[in-house]
């Protein structure tokens, strides 16, 4: 087990931009292996069985999952190339109204950008109205004392470190990082932090 502290991530963040160009490289080797085992899915998938004229064999496993996973969003997975000569990407299989939404996922985490950092509610990332304060960090800010108890199980963790940092405030991707670790921190039921130096032990 390590110990991190908002210095710590900013070590791990500047690391991870060195690491960008090999990341992107394995990134584009597995999107063009997918796009393969995709294409060759939708190639069986129209080959015809016994010669029969409209049937249709099978995705392959790794494809119908796909499918399968989004045919209730009526939506569903396309090869490279086939939505408008790019690469891979989700295609509608029913029609939409305007303004309809065609998918709602709740992120695991999230926070604010620096540059919204006052004007912005910390948990609905609602803008408008005078926002009320963290008293113990400064830093987070809510549009009603519900957000802010609602916000509470998540931002406790970071609290302490917010506080220990003020007036200086980490980076968006440093702090998303530390809810990462929070959450990791939270599922493995470990207890929440006294202070910066107990805080967010990674396995």
């Given at each position: ?21 090999r990341e992107a490289a394995r990134a584009a080797a597995e ?31 790794g494809t119908a999952r796909w499918h399968e996973a989004l ?101 968006q991707t440093v702090r998303l990082l530390a809810r990462l ?23």
């Open positions: 087990m390590s110990e991190f502290t908002f210095e710590r991530l900013a070590v791990a963040e500047r690391t991870m931009r060195a690491d960008e160009k999107e063009a292996w997918v796009d393969e085992r995709v294409a060759e899915g939708e190639r069986l998938a129209a080959r015809p069985v016994d010669g029969g004229v409209g049937e249709r064999k099978p995705a392959s496993t045919a209730p969003w009526g939506l569903t997975l396309a090869a490279a190339g086939a939505v408008g000569g790019g690469g891979r990407g989700l295609v509608t299989t029913r029609s939409f109204k305007r303004g309809e939404v065609l998918m709602r996922v709740t992120p695991a985490v999230a926070v604010v950008s620096g540059r919204h950092l006052s004007s912005r509610c910390h948990h609905s990332h609602a803008t408008g109205g005078r926002l009320l304060v963290c008293s113990r960090c400064g830093c987070a800010r809510y549009c009603s004392a519900d957000h802010q108890r609602a916000a509470w199980a998540g931002h406790r963790d970071e609290c302490a470190l917010l506080a220990q940092t003020r007036p200086r405030v980490p980076g670790l929070a959450l990791l921190r939270r599922s493995a039921g470990a207890p929440p932090p006294e202070d910066a130096g107990e805080w967010a032990r990674s396995a």
